[in-house]
């Protein structure tokens, strides 16, 4: 099977021949070619020029008066005649000789293949300081915001390999950098390994990441986010929740301090309408939907899980704090958290369920 390395280039003048005679003594025996995608303003399309003519193995594509890293990525996808599709870098920070490796598991049966920086045996020492604290920044949110980001330890690697059906008729649409992460969202595949590598230092050439490319980052999750309609519910509903906490607040204020009324009871009133607010709102905008059940059996769910909840909540809260010694508002905050995710789960399941046309 044949073997696209694809790599994206812009002023990479310096590594282009030493990558790849790395990657031609690496893959000696197997079946590959190399693409560059490059998008240079330097000297590096003449160097990609004369390395083609020398090597049929090497051809590159040289887009005018554009960027982008990962639509670079995507290019080379369509340009590429292999059903093996390797990506990495071109700086030499991804060592080309852990391919072999990489191609094995997906001869083996495996759909795509990352190289991490941070499983068992790995890596990221080639970067700085500020730049190992922006990539932990940046993994933290992707993998909080995305459910299919979560079981992959460097899901914003740049260095990985899959096979074309995964991504074969997937409309790709990235924005910076992050093509795996789009590739994770929409990708079709069900076989995911990471193998270890250490994350070289830059040798030749400037690094090309700047704070645009941070800010496009988080413009490409906001845009995961909302074309992946199960994330985007659980948010929402986190939104929700917040909301309520501000109805709950106001009705207890009304009720204690201009109706004088005692506070336990307010307190109960209180929680309780933060509850019907709560409902109505996850019941028209999170689980926009035909729904199953009756409204009034929807409702009595909802509070039934939403009580449950808040047990769920003093339970794990004096668990933690008799038992452990945990901090107080810790502590609370971890049983909001549980309560949270059991509230999500619970309504998600059995409050708000679709209904089936059949
Ligand atoms: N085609 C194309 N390639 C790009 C573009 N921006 C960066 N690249 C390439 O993408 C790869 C990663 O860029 P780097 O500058 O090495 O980014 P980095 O590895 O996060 O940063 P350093 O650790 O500082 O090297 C390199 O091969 C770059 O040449 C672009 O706009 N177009
Ligand atoms: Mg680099």
New binding site residues.
Partial sequence: MLLSVI??????KH?IIPLTQRLCRCLEGREFEILF????TDRTPQVLEELSRRDGRVRYLH?VN????A???VEGFRAARGEILAV????L?HPPELLPQMLDHILRGYDLVIASRFVPGASDS??NFQ?KLVSLAARLAGRLLLKSLRPVRDPLS?YFMLRREVIEGVPLSPLG?KILAEILVRGRYSRVVEVPFT?Q??LN?????NIT?QLNYLRHLWRLLRSSPEDLRFWKFCLVGTCGVAVNFAFFALFTFLLALDVLFSALLASSLAMYANFLLNDAITWNQPKHDHVLVRAAKFYLFSGTGMLLNAAVLSLLHSYWQVPALWANGMGILAATAWNYYANNRWTFTARSFR
Avoid: C, H
Avoid at 88 to 91: F, G, K, N
């Fill in positions: 790599i994206p280039t812009y002023n990479e590594n995608v490059d998008d240079s887009r554009q960027r982008g890293l639509t670079a990525v990495l870098d071109a700086d920070q080639g970067l730049r740049g950098w994350f230092r830059r050439d400037r690094s090309k990441m490319e």
